[in-house]
Antibody, heavy 123, light 110 residues
Framework: QVQLVESGGGVVQPGTSLRLSCAAS????????MHWVRQAPGKGLEWLAV????????YYADSVMGRFPISRDNSKNTLYLQTNSLRVEDTAVYYC????????????????WGQGTTVTVSS | QTVVTQEPSFSVSPGGTVTLTCGLS?????????PSWYQQTPGQAPRTLIY???TRSSGVPDRFSGSILGNKAALTISGAQADDESDYYC??????????FGGGTKLTVL
């Protein structure tokens, strides 16, 4: 079964960190670029970051550049987002998404999505 | 900062056809922006409909089609059904590896 399962969310205080994970199964993970997208409560979707299929290229939205490094471990079929220096405005559901086509650049679009993990930043 | 624009809301009658659009605050949309479209119902994860402007994702019915119309990307839904009532988001590639979501269109079928 082709699926993505996010984990690692929780309730944290401002200034702290969380590492989000996205476990992939049912497809050749190492063939696909991977994205992180978030959605604040009652708001639209926000693209955060993409990593190429081999991990050699990483790109970020201005809102998270320098705070939320993206990484992947192709031997473990897992994608990560290290969320540092969390702010109240980072409160959101965080989704991972598989690239639309194998060995394609991230800008081709997204394919399969996970169900999301919730991060709540509150004092 | 690049802004991707979408109609905030749209309505369509059951069985009707609707075209949602996706534009850029500065300039025209072309195939080089690799437009993609996503459907989301409340409380659910998004679902991919279209990528690379006009390629339907696996399992998406051919009632959904993507195109470039004039200076915008477009998503056309033909034969609208009640369960098409959702939020629809587009994404555009704006260069330097960065993609940007539009604000979304809330589609009502009535």
């Amino acid at each position: 079964q082709v699926q993505l399962v996010e984990s690692g969310g929780g309730v944290v205080q401002p200034g702290t960190s969380l590492r989000l994970s996205c476990a992939a199964s049912g497809f050749t993970f190492s063939d696909y670029a991977m994205h992180w997208v978030r959605q604040a409560p009652g708001k639209g979707l926000e693209w955060l970051a993409v990593i190429s299929y081999d991990g050699g290229h990483k790109y970020y939205a201005d809102s998270v550049m320098g705070r939320f490094p993206i990484s992947r471990d192709n031997s473990k079929n897992t994608l990560y987002l290290q969320t540092n220096s969390l702010r109240v405005e980072d409160t959101a559901v965080y989704y991972c998404a598989k690239g639309a086509s194998p060995k394609a650049a991230g800008y081709y679009g997204m394919g399969l999505w996970g169900q999301g993990t919730t991060v709540t930043v509150s004092s | 900062q690049t802004v991707v624009t979408q109609e905030p809301s749209f309505s369509v009658s059951p069985g009707g056809t609707v075209t949602l659009t996706c534009g850029l605050s500065s300039g025209s949309v072309s195939s080089s922006n690799w437009p993609s479209w996503y459907q989301q119902t409340p409380g659910q994860a998004p679902r991919t409909l279209i990528y690379s402007a006009n390629t339907r994702s696996s399992g998406v019915p051919d009632r959904f089609s993507g195109s470039i119309l004039g200076n915008k990307a477009a998503l056309t839904i033909s034969g609208a059904q009640a369960d098409d009532e959702s939020d629809y988001y587009c994404v555009l590639y704006v260069g330097s590896g960065i993609s940007v979501f539009g604000g979304g269109t809330k589609l009502t079928v009535l």
